[in-house]
């Protein structure tokens, strides 16, 4: 027969699979949105509306509008996730390929790590936790090398380095998240960090001039589409 802690476990797992299943699919998403829409317009449009629906969704709630010492930690924290992780995420799918882009921002934990041992001091560099971090960028090196190619094409090394840098800039956010003065509500917290992000954004894509080259006419329902599933099951489902 079973138990509840058995039924307890089962729904953890399930849930542990839909967001590995959400988040290794966002990849693909985002690799067919690129192909048709400016990437840093296109992370702004994903996140403006997530963040707006969340914020918008807390608020109706009864949820307090984070204070002017929140906002500072959130737009601080946006900046680092939203446009130096995302943003670079989005701008390096036109050159890398989803699966690679993915195996490379699967090194997040790796480089969180560091940021424990750096910035957070809460976790010292043991042998064998050194020995795990450089197998695990000795595979991403392998991965990258102007020696390695998938299918006879090389991976694009500027496109690489923007994803490194990416997830760096992802491990650090998360680091000093547990520093800042950020809402006590995790979905309020994510909702304007993510309506910041979105804005920071735009104004990335503004100052790049991706506006001029953006004719929404001329995008493909699948790109819609892919941009709709990002908001969606991407960013509001996930969180």
């Not at 797992?13 to 990849?27: K, M, N, P």
């Not at 929140?70 to 699966?99: K, T």
């Not at 735009?202 to 941009?227: I, M, N, Q, Y």
Request: aromatic residues 10%; proline residues 5%; contains cysteine.
């Amino acid at each position: 027969m079973e138990t509840e802690q058995d039924r307890t476990a089962w729904k953890t797992l399930l849930a542990f699979a839909v967001i590995y299943f959400v988040w290794g699919s966002t990849f693909l998403a985002i690799r067919v949105g690129v192909h048709e829409v400016p990437p840093f317009l296109l992370a702004a449009m994903r996140f403006l509306a997530a963040g707006a629906v969340l914020y918008g969704w807390m608020m109706a709630r009864g949820e307090r509008s984070p204070r002017a010492r929140q906002w500072m930690s959130v737009c601080l924290i946006a900046v680092l996730i939203f446009v130096f992780d995302y943003g670079l995420l989005f701008w390096a799918e036109q050159r890398v390929p989803s699966g690679i882009a993915a195996v490379m921002m699967a090194t997040i934990p790796s480089f969180m790590a560091l940021s424990e041992i750096v910035i957070l001091r809460t976790q010292r560099l043991t042998m064998r936790l050194g020995a795990a971090l450089l197998v695990g960028f000795a595979g991403v090196a392998v991965l990258i090398s102007p020696w390695r190619s998938l299918g006879g094409a090389p991976i694009n090394p500027v496109g690489a380095a923007a994803l490194i840098f990416a997830a760096i800039s992802w491990s650090v956010a998360s680091a000093l998240s547990r520093k800042l003065h950020l809402p006590p509500s995790k979905v309020m917290s994510s909702g304007a960090q993510m309506l910041a992000g979105g804005v920071f954004l735009a104004l990335t894509s503004a100052a790049l001039g991706e506006f001029r080259d953006f004719h929404p006419a001329s995008v493909s329902r699948g790109a819609w589409l892919s941009l709709l599933y990002l908001i969606v099951a991407g960013s509001i489902i996930v969180t």
